[in-house]
């Protein structure tokens, strides 16, 4: 029964042939069921070959019982011969009791080259396609190579792309293969429309998506360019988004493009569901743990009673649940979360259940993908390793860590089973990008001029996750440089060492009348204590000295301003009284006193232990819409060094969304200088307030002043400050979202008072003629204004317009304010 099979399968193969290669009679007799047919594998006869070897074509002929070859296992030669790719024709007779195998071998590619490609480089070209320089010739193969070309190019945008091999003969049985590209130019989203969006409108939805619509600009960015994959990943996005503001119910049903021949762009339409939203109507723990009480673990959700269902918050809740119940001992705990709606309350009742998972173990972690990133460099970003008890909300935060290095295009983590039932294997498979920074940047401000900076940076320095950046910048008022250095893992403990060495040069300009020169080392551990948590320790050492202009410090230990010199004393003392109109030295201007005690002390040093602690649940770093950020720092500068002092400030934004995409925005902010010892406080360490504290008003333009006549009339800062500003910020929404401009109205509150510093210049401290004669009123000042946000392709850029409402007569007001800058 099995040999007719195979004849019969013989048969229909043999005729196949037939049809569709020339084949002779005594082929066909040969495939026949016959006793003729029963060859052996020492009678076959290879001709046309000339690369191949004889014996090579010959192995594919398996004789059967007896040495034997029929009809069916001719047949099955004939087939896999084909199948090698090598033979262009095969043909196979039998001749006086032989059989005669005759090939026809395919060519050999000579060369590859590609023509009118400049958008993609040959070499990444080649890397992507399967012909290659001394490989075999296949036409299959050439139309898969020219398929996959296309491809490469419609994942940029390019999808008018034309590919067309070109094959050119050559002597030898060789061929030289051309592929001749057409780019065409890019095809962008001229349209993103959502439907079925009644809570948010479609212009907050387009800030959570990737995808944009094209525009002027477009040619700056990516994100306009239409890509499948990108549209796909958007719709997570947009379901993410409802699922963290409350809409447990939400579907993205679909997201639909259309190519308009017209517009010559893809529309994009998503189609949402969005349901009701919901609050939190009760939180629950229970375990079925043995000793492991459910309610202990109450203090890690970050879920409360009546707030609105947070999806987020519920992940982040389950996974340091589950780290938690792992560090007590319970390694096969597994947190779920469960949630039963109240249609009518609208609300969810959230239960952590916590129960006994399956004894699985870690029996291997592979990494695949990393060229130039070391392994230990992926390890580390794992809590768990081989031999570990297996734990998904671990391999879930390893994952984002990976994605969060940067180092990675893709990074994708699956399992597979091991070699018994209780193990599993780990597969980390990651495509890596390129980590290197040049960047040359510029911008202009009204404080500090036009300044220029180019920069070079490294983010994954020899492949072992450490940054180094350098950096030299040149400006109007602002010169120096930079070298930075940052170990992310110091001594294999999470904990971030950074270094800096650095050297600025500050120009005296219209709000401040000397030059500044710092020299300074910063040294720094960063601690991540929680997900929106981290604590920095740092230690700073920096050496100060001030220069000024000569006319500026000629008045050291003689009478002040309202001295008017009798010629005996000006002639002892080298003073011209021509046109001194009674100023003495002081006609020609002169700095105040503080400045001039600093330059007489000479250079300082400042040794300082300070720390900073940032709580952070901004939904975006770059341009928040919600959340809030907290930092309190405190520095000590008395470890050694010229100078002593406590520094004291915090820092309080919150951010809100409000109505038709409004947002609001509250700060708060204070600090204090505390004196330590007997002497004066140095007028450089006193805060100096000015349009970061409330718009409206110059650089270093609030707070105490130096009021002496004759002289340059310097801020001299405070040793206390508090300010607080409310801003709405609003789209225009007649733009389109891409062009990125917003505008805000504000209003803005603050103080600084409490000059701590040097007020004579003699020893002994006496005032009067010798002395300061300055201004120092804790009073509010306020201002409202607009202003105008644009986050453009050069760059963030801000512009401010303020008038200010209360002030100090000694105030200095500046109504228009203007900062950005870009990096290209």
């Given at each position: 029964m099995k040999v007719g099979m195979r004849v019969l399968r013989g048969g229909i193969f043999a005729a196949l042939v037939m049809m569709a290669v020339p084949v002779t009679s005594g082929v066909a007799a040969l495939l026949l069921p016959s006793p003729a047919a029963a060859q052996t594998a020492s009678s076959i006869v290879v001709e046309g070959n000339r690369r191949v070897e004889a014996d090579t074509i010959r192995s594919y002929f398996k004789p059967g019982p007896g040495g034997r070859l029929d009809s069916g296992r001719i047949d099955d030669a004939l087939k896999a011969l084909y199948e090698t790719g090598l033979f262009q024709?095969?043909?196979?007779?039998?001749?006086?009791?032989?059989?005669?195998?005759?090939?026809?071998?395919?060519?050999?590619?000579?060369?590859?080259?590609?023509?009118g490609n400049k958008k993609v480089k040959d070499d990444q070209l080649s890397a992507e396609i399967q012909s290659k320089p001394r490989g075999t010739f296949s036409r299959p193969m050439v139309q898969a190579d020219a398929q996959r070309i296309a491809e490469i190019y419609r994942r940029s945008g390019r999808?008018?792309?034309?590919?067309?091999?070109?094959?050119?003969?050559?002597?030898?049985?060789?061929?030289?293969?051309?592929?001749?590209?057409?780019?065409?130019?890019?095809?962008?989203?001229?349209?993103?429309?959502?439907?079925?969006?009644?809570?948010?409108?479609?212009?907050r939805l387009k800030d959570v998506i990737k995808t944009h619509e094209s525009n002027l600009l477009s040619f700056l960015a990516s994100g306009d360019i239409y890509d499948p994959d990108r549209v796909e990943a958007d719709r997570d996005l947009i379901r993410r988004f409802y699922l963290k503001n409350g809409y447990a119910d939400v579907q993205v049903v679909a997201a639909l493009t259309e190519y308009d021949p017209q517009g010559k762009g893809f529309i994009v339409t998503f189609q949402i569901e969005e349901g009701q939203q919901?609050?939190?109507?009760?939180?629950?723990?229970?375990?079925?743990?043995?000793?492991?009480?459910?309610?202990?673990?109450?203090?890690?959700?970050?879920?409360?009673?009546?707030?609105?269902?947070?999806?987020?918050?519920i992940e982040k809740s389950v996974e340091e649940m589950q780290i938690e119940a792992s560090r007590r001992g319970y390694a096969f705990a597994v947190v779920r979360p469960s949630g039963e709606r109240n249609f009518e309350n609208r609300t969810v009742a959230i239960v952590f259940n916590v129960d006994e998972g399956p004894r699985t173990y870690i029996e291997r972690i592979n990494i695949?993908?990393?060229?130039?990133?070391?392994?230990?460099?992926?390890?580390?970003?794992?809590?768990?390793?081989?031999?570990?008890?297996?734990?998904?909300?671990?391999?879930?935060?390893?994952?984002?860590?990976?994605?969060?290095?940067?180092?990675?295009?893709?990074?994708?983590?699956?399992?597979?089973?091991?070699?018994?039932?209780?193990?599993?294997?780990?597969?980390?498979?990651?495509?890596?990008?390129?980590?290197?920074?040049?960047?040359?940047?510029?911008?202009?401000?009204?404080?500090?001029?036009?300044?220029?900076?180019?920069?070079?940076?490294?983010?994954?320095?020899?492949?072992?996750?450490?940054?180094?950046?350098?950096?030299?910048?040149?400006?109007?008022?602002?010169?120096?440089?930079?070298?930075?250095f940052v170990e992310p893992y110091l001594l294999d403990y999470r904990v971030a060492l950074g270094i800096d060495i650095y050297q600025r040069q500050q120009l005296a300009n219209n709000y401040v009348s000397y030059n500044t020169k710092t020299l300074g080392f910063n040294t720094r551990l960063g601690f991540a204590l929680r997900e929106d948590l981290t604590l920095q320790l740092r230690y700073s050492l920096y050496q100060q000295d001030i220069t000024l202009p000569a006319n500026y410090a000629n008045c050291n230990n003689i009478p002040g301003p309202s001295f008017n010199p009798t010629p005996a004393f000006a002639s002892a003392n080298g003073i011209s009284l021509a046109s001194t109109n009674g100023l003495g030295c002081y006609a020609d201007g002169e700095a105040s006193l503080p400045i001039r005690k600093e330059l007489a002390a000479g250079r300082s040093l400042t040794s300082a232990l300070g720390y900073t602690l940032t709580f952070n649940t901004l939904d975006n770093n770059k341009n928040p819409t919600s959340g809030l950020l907290v930092d309190f720092r405190q520095d000590f500068a008395g470890v050694?060094?010229?100078?002593?002092?406590?520094?004291?400030?915090?820092?309080?934004?919150?951010?809100?969304?409000?109505?038709?995409?409004?947002?609001?925005?509250?700060?708060?902010?204070?600090?204090?200088?505390?004196?330590?010892?007997?002497?004066?406080?140095?007028?450089?360490?006193?805060?100096q307030m000015g349009p970061q504290l409330v718009r409206g008003f110059a650089p270093q333009g609030i707070g105490p002043r130096d009021v002496t006549n004759g002289t340059t009339n310097d801020a001299l800062g405070g040793t206390m400050?508090?300010?607080?500003?409310?801003?709405?910020?609003?789209?225009?929404?007649?733009?389109?979202?891409?062009?990125?401009?917003?505008?805000?109205?504000?209003?803005?509150?603050?103080?600084?008072?409490?000059?701590?510093?040097?007020?004579?210049?003699?020893?002994?401290?006496?005032?009067?003629?010798?002395?300061?004669?300055?201004?120092?009123?804790?009073?509010?000042?306020?201002?409202?204004?607009?202003?105008?946000?644009?986050?453009?392709?050069?760059?963030?850029?801000?512009?401010?317009?303020?008038?200010?409402?209360?002030?100090?007569?000694?105030?200095?007001?500046?109504?228009?304010?203007?900062?950005?800058?870009?990096?290209?």
């Amino acid at each position: 029964m099995k040999v007719g099979m195979r004849v019969l399968r013989g048969g229909i193969f043999a005729a196949l042939v037939m049809m569709a290669v020339p084949v002779t009679s005594g082929v066909a007799a040969l495939l026949l069921p016959s006793p003729a047919a029963a060859q052996t594998a020492s009678s076959i006869v290879v001709e046309g070959n000339r690369r191949v070897e004889a014996d090579t074509i010959r192995s594919y002929f398996k004789p059967g019982p007896g040495g034997r070859l029929d009809s069916g296992r001719i047949d099955d030669a004939l087939k896999a011969l084909y199948e090698t790719g090598l033979f262009q024709d095969v043909k196979i007779n039998n001749v006086g009791g032989r059989i005669v195998v005759t090939v026809v071998e395919n060519q050999v590619i000579g060369r590859v080259a590609f023509e009118g490609n400049k958008k993609v480089k040959d070499d990444q070209l080649s890397a992507e396609i399967q012909s290659k320089p001394r490989g075999t010739f296949s036409r299959p193969m050439v139309q898969a190579d020219a398929q996959r070309i296309a491809e490469i190019y419609r994942r940029s945008g390019r999808y008018d792309v034309r590919v067309v091999p070109q094959v050119i003969e050559q002597p030898n049985n060789r061929v030289d293969l051309v592929f001749e590209v057409t780019e065409g130019s890019k095809t962008g989203v001229k349209t993103i429309n959502f439907v079925g969006n009644n809570a948010y409108s479609s212009y907050r939805l387009k800030d959570v998506i990737k995808t944009h619509e094209s525009n002027l600009l477009s040619f700056l960015a990516s994100g306009d360019i239409y890509d499948p994959d990108r549209v796909e990943a958007d719709r997570d996005l947009i379901r993410r988004f409802y699922l963290k503001n409350g809409y447990a119910d939400v579907q993205v049903v679909a997201a639909l493009t259309e190519y308009d021949p017209q517009g010559k762009g893809f529309i994009v339409t998503f189609q949402i569901e969005e349901g009701q939203q919901y609050r939190v109507g009760s939180v629950n723990f229970r375990s079925t743990v043995p000793s492991l009480d459910g309610n202990s673990l109450a203090s890690l959700s970050r879920v409360s009673v009546g707030s609105v269902y947070n999806a987020e918050a519920i992940e982040k809740s389950v996974e340091e649940m589950q780290i938690e119940a792992s560090r007590r001992g319970y390694a096969f705990a597994v947190v779920r979360p469960s949630g039963e709606r109240n249609f009518e309350n609208r609300t969810v009742a959230i239960v952590f259940n916590v129960d006994e998972g399956p004894r699985t173990y870690i029996e291997r972690i592979n990494i695949r993908g990393n060229t130039r990133t070391r392994d230990y460099v992926i390890r580390r970003e794992f809590d768990l390793s081989e031999g570990d008890a297996y734990n998904r909300a671990l391999v879930d935060r390893a994952e984002r860590r990976l994605k969060n290095l940067d180092y990675f295009k893709t990074v994708k983590i699956t399992t597979e089973p091991g070699s018994s039932s209780d193990r599993v294997v780990l597969n980390v498979d990651l495509e890596e990008k390129s980590t290197g920074e040049f960047s040359v940047s510029g911008g202009y401000s009204t404080s500090d001029g036009f300044l220029g900076e180019v920069s070079v940076a490294e983010r994954n320095l020899l492949g072992r996750g450490l940054y180094a950046k350098a950096a030299v910048s040149y400006g109007q008022y602002t010169r120096g440089y930079s070298l930075s250095f940052v170990e992310p893992y110091l001594l294999d403990y999470r904990v971030a060492l950074g270094i800096d060495i650095y050297q600025r040069q500050q120009l005296a300009n219209n709000y401040v009348s000397y030059n500044t020169k710092t020299l300074g080392f910063n040294t720094r551990l960063g601690f991540a204590l929680r997900e929106d948590l981290t604590l920095q320790l740092r230690y700073s050492l920096y050496q100060q000295d001030i220069t000024l202009p000569a006319n500026y410090a000629n008045c050291n230990n003689i009478p002040g301003p309202s001295f008017n010199p009798t010629p005996a004393f000006a002639s002892a003392n080298g003073i011209s009284l021509a046109s001194t109109n009674g100023l003495g030295c002081y006609a020609d201007g002169e700095a105040s006193l503080p400045i001039r005690k600093e330059l007489a002390a000479g250079r300082s040093l400042t040794s300082a232990l300070g720390y900073t602690l940032t709580f952070n649940t901004l939904d975006n770093n770059k341009n928040p819409t919600s959340g809030l950020l907290v930092d309190f720092r405190q520095d000590f500068a008395g470890v050694g060094g010229d100078v002593s002092y406590l520094k004291s400030t915090g820092d309080v934004k919150y951010f809100q969304p409000l109505v038709a995409d409004i947002v609001g925005l509250i700060h708060l902010q204070g600090g204090v200088l505390n004196k330590i010892g007997s002497d004066d406080l140095r007028m450089l360490d006193h805060f100096q307030m000015g349009p970061q504290l409330v718009r409206g008003f110059a650089p270093q333009g609030i707070g105490p002043r130096d009021v002496t006549n004759g002289t340059t009339n310097d801020a001299l800062g405070g040793t206390m400050f508090w300010g607080a500003s409310a801003e709405l910020q609003m789209p225009f929404w007649f733009l389109p979202k891409e062009v990125g401009l917003k505008g805000a109205v504000y209003a803005d509150a603050g103080s600084l008072w409490n000059y701590k510093g040097p007020t004579s210049w003699a020893q002994t401290g006496e005032v009067g003629p010798y002395g300061l004669d300055y201004k120092d009123e804790n009073m509010v000042r306020s201002s409202v204004g607009v202003g105008l946000i644009w986050a453009s392709p050069f760059g963030p850029l801000r512009f401010d317009y303020a008038i200010p409402l209360s002030k100090a007569s000694y105030d200095r007001v500046q109504q228009f304010r203007f900062g950005g800058g870009t990096t290209f």
